[in-house]
């Protein structure tokens, strides 16, 4: 079975930081492009980052460019976003998805075969 399951998630203050973990099992991730998308209520699902397949191409919204990391660790077959600087509006459900996905559509979740049940980050003081 084909399965994603993010940890990690988590209150914290704001300038904080977290780093999501997403465990692959069923597949393996090095084969698909990767992704982290998120959705605050009453908003809809958006690309925070994303990484191709082979780690080909990398994608950040800019709203974290300088302050979210991904990376891909292959023999645990996990995916990570590391978080730093956190400001309240980063305050959501996150989730991990993997596909095969074309490097120019990396932020576009349709292209997302597979997803995670999904981690809550909240950034409040």
């Known amino acids: 079975q084909l399965q994603l399951v993010e940890s990690g998630g988590g209150l914290v203050q704001p300038g904080g930081s977290l780093r999501l973990s997403c465990a692959a099992s069923g597949f393996t991730l090095d084969y698909y492009a990767i992704g982290w998308f998120r959705q605050a209520p009453g908003k809809e699902r958006e690309g925070v980052s994303c990484m191709g397949i082979s780690d080909s191409s990398t994608y950040y919204a800019d709203s974290v460019k300088g302050r979210f990391t991904i990376s891909r660790d292959n023999a645990e077959n996990t995916v990570y976003l590391q978080m730093n600087s956190l400001k309240p509006e980063d305050t959501a459900v996150y989730y991990c998805?993997?596909?095969?996905?074309?490097?120019?559509?990396?932020?576009?979740?349709?292209?997302?075969?597979?997803w995670g049940q999904g981690t809550q980050v909240t950034v409040s003081s």
């Open positions: 998805a993997a596909g095969w996905v074309p490097s120019g559509s990396l932020d576009d979740s349709r292209e997302y075969a597979y």
